[in-house]
């Protein structure tokens, strides 16, 4: 499980690179948010999922959404410790989606990256990680 947690931190800071490097766009992105339902407990056994939901705005530029999910893609068929189920959403949709999903129980287990406005937002509900 310890390999499937690093695994996953390598596809975020791989991300966080991937979108620094994306040129500037030329007209903004839009996206349609994707509706979740909770992940089924009773499911099949196999890989633990990873749910994460990706707010994006404009920064990324047209296509990266799809390169964001091909990376994803990649790691999963690399590998069978984890399957990560990426869910890109309009940044401020983003915002609402977690709002309700705070509000129900059903958080993803990822949410971001977000820059200090975003993570501001909701201050209190991020899960402390320090050792």
Same mark, same amino acid.
């Given at each position: 499980?310890?390999?499937?947690?690093?695994?996953?931190?390598?596809?975020?800071?791989?991300?966080?690179?991937?979108?620094?490097?994306?040129?500037?766009?030329?007209?903004?992105?839009?996206?349609?948010?994707?509706?979740?339902?909770?992940?089924?407990?009773?499911?099949?056994?196999?890989?633990? $999922?990873?749910?994460?939901? &990706? +707010?994006?705005?404009? %920064? /990324?530029?047209?296509?990266?959404?799809?390169?964001?999910?091909?990376?994803?893609d990649g790691l999963n068929e690399s590998q069978d410790e984890v399957h990560v189920i990426l869910e890109i959403v309009p940044i401020l949709v983003g915002y609402?989606?977690?709002?309700?999903? $705070?509000?129900?129980?059903? &958080? +993803?287990?990822?949410? %971001? /990256?977000?820059?200090?406005?975003?993570?501001?937002?909701?201050?209190?509900?991020?899960?402390?990680?320090?050792?």
């Amino acid at each position: 499980m310890e390999r499937g947690k690093v695994l996953v931190a390598c596809l975020v800071v791989g991300l966080l690179v991937l979108v620094a490097c994306v040129p500037a766009p030329t007209a903004s992105l839009t996206l349609a948010p994707t509706a979740t339902a909770p992940l089924d407990p009773t499911a099949t056994p196999g890989p633990p $999922l990873v749910r994460w939901v &990706l +707010p994006i705005g404009t %920064g /990324p530029g047209p296509g990266a959404d799809q390169v964001l999910m091909d990376l994803v893609d990649g790691l999963n068929e690399s590998q069978d410790e984890v399957h990560v189920i990426l869910e890109i959403v309009p940044i401020l949709v983003g915002y609402d989606e977690l709002r309700a999903e $705070l509000a129900v129980g059903n &958080l +993803p287990d990822l949410f %971001g /990256p977000v820059g200090r406005r975003g993570a501001n937002a909701f201050r209190d509900e991020w899960l402390d990680i320090e050792p």
